[in-house]
């Protein structure tokens, strides 16, 4: 019986602990405090290879790294792409605009982070080396070099293991010939890549020779955080240190994204802790929607393959502050929006689309509503009824063209403009008008798709579609067309009517 008591006390005990540490780690006055020393060791990593750019590894990434000292696009390197036995050269997130940068500037610094239990993220450690590798492969067959060009896959020595180094290895040569069959356009380089790496524990630095001097171009991965036991660790100046603090903003953050971070530094860190929750509440209320990041990553991107006639940006960056704002309207009326957000009336609050009868058949506003509801609305109302608009505007000429915009500018607005470049776009980018479809567009498949994406990616390489956005697409392309037809016409009849969804402006 006294067994069991101390028994229970002790996981009783146990729990709390756990308890504990999980709302210390979550404590936002720990995590920005965090961020601020990690960004002291990324700060003297940059001035020590001085010559050298340095960029984010988003989303964590750009917690650590001064928008002010970044002057090239962020890296979009996944972990998961590095999990064990998950190991992909991902053509989604090709990070082909890199190599431009890298050529130029004979390298690149990549900062990361993760939390408890690693000393340096799967991303850097072997998302990146894979990467490297698959590049150089490509690159050596593409432009057939016959001098010495390193092809080999390098991994930090006591974090891959001899076995899964082997592992990889072996499929290195498969995602270089499809890199080889996708769209991308793959640049000459200099000198081939090869990856390093430096943490907070590292005892000495890699040795980078002059830039000219250089028998390769190096690709600097800096995990920024310390590894500490249970991933947090008190300091003697009032906060308690959380490893890999920029990681899952959204469970600490309350709203603050990495831009706002940046912008207000000071006023965050000098902040008493009982005042920051205010005034982060105070910072977010004010800051517009921007997905999270700015860097100079442009506000619209045409897709290049089809001409820039579709174009791709963030709600918050169109010139479209009311319903009411006749500067979209041009005089040749050859450019039109479809604007998705959250931020759209519900149907129900929406305005009766007759007082913007000078504005008609410019702009096409949709709600699309946070969550797995905004999943089900994409599908069922925001492409059945953006499809029709936007096929109507392109018929119209050469000239015109399609803002596509949505809250974060690489989601809902990739997918449509996605389905849109499937349906009414050939193989070679050019529009192809409705009555001869069934002669000159093959039907939907994966493969097309996926080229499709390659479009967009290849000029917004900030898109990033979730998952859940992509299979919606490929349900949507996948029914049959007269299925999807009479769908478009269910919806369409209904806003003769009620305009549910959607205001005309």
């Not at 310390?226 to 008190?234: A, P, T």
Request: proline share 6%; glycine share 4%.
């Amino acid at each position: 019986m006294a067994t069991s008591i101390v028994r229970d006390s002790a996981t009783s005990y146990h729990a709390q602990a756990l308890a504990e540490l999980r709302k210390e780690s979550l404590d936002l006055f720990n995590r920005l405090h965090s961020i601020a020393e990690d960004t002291e060791f990324v700060n003297s990593v940059h001035n020590h290879y001085e010559d050298i750019p340095i960029i984010p590894n988003l989303r964590c990434g750009a917690w650590y790294v001064n928008p002010c000292a970044i002057s090239e696009q962020p890296a979009y390197f996944k972990s998961t792409d590095g999990h064990f036995n998950n190991w992909s050269f991902n053509l989604r997130r090709p990070n082909i605009h890199l190599l431009d940068a890298i050529d130029r500037c004979k390298g690149l610094i990549i900062v990361d982070s993760t939390r408890a239990g690693k000393r340096i993220p799967d991303a850097l450690s072997k998302t990146v080396p894979l990467w490297c590798a698959v590049i150089n492969r490509a690159i050596k067959a593409k432009y057939r070099i016959q001098d010495h060009w390193d092809t080999s896959l390098y991994t930090p020595p006591g974090v891959v293991s001899a076995q899964e180094h082997s592992q990889i290895e072996h499929k290195l040569d498969h995602w270089a010939n499809q890199l080889l069959h996708s769209t991308y356009s793959l640049p000459t380089l200099e000198r081939p890549l090869r990856p390093l790496w430096i943490t907070p524990a590292s005892e000495s630095w890699p040795r980078v020779f002059e830039a000219e001097k250089r028998t390769f171009h190096p690709v600097i991965c800096v995990s920024a955080s310390r590894q500490v036991e249970d991933g947090l660790e008190r300091r003697t100046n009032g906060f308690a240190y959380v490893q890999g603090s920029g990681d899952d903003h959204e469970l600490w953050g309350q709203g603050l994204t990495p831009s706002i971070f940046w912008q207000h530094k000071e006023r965050l860190l000098f902040s008493k802790r009982y005042d920051l929750q205010d005034l982060v509440t105070e910072l977010v209320s004010t800051k517009p929607s921007d997905g999270g990041h700015h860097y100079n990553s442009n506000s619209s991107t045409p897709v290049g393959h089809v001409q820039g006639r579709i174009v791709i940006c963030l709600v918050s960056e169109l010139p479209i502050p009311s319903i009411e704002d006749k500067s979209l309207v041009s005089a040749s009326n050859s450019t039109a929006y479809v604007v998705i957000s959250e931020n759209t009336p519900t149907p129900t609050e929406q305005r009766n689309p007759a007082t913007c009868d000078d504005l008609v058949n410019a702009v096409l506003r949709l709600h699309l509503p946070p969550g797995k509801r905004g999943q089900h609305t994409f599908l069922d109302s925001v492409l059945p009824q953006s499809l029709p608009f936007i096929d109507a505007h392109l018929a119209r000429g050469n000239d015109s063209t399609i803002y596509i915009c949505c809250d974060t500018g690489k989601d809902a607005s990739v997918g449509v403009a996605l389905t849109a470049l499937q349906l009414f776009f050939d193989d070679e980018g050019l529009y192809v008008p409705d009555t001869e479809r069934a002669a000159r567009l093959s039907k939907p498949s994966k493969k097309s798709i996926s080229k499709r994406l390659q479009w967009i990616i290849s000029s917004r390489v900030q898109a990033n579609p979730s998952r859940a956005t992509l299979k919606r697409v490929n349900e949507f392309l996948m029914t049959p067309a007269s299925f999807r037809k009479e769908s478009v016409s269910r919806v369409q009849g209904k806003l003769e009517t009620s305009t549910p969804g959607v205001e005309r402006g």
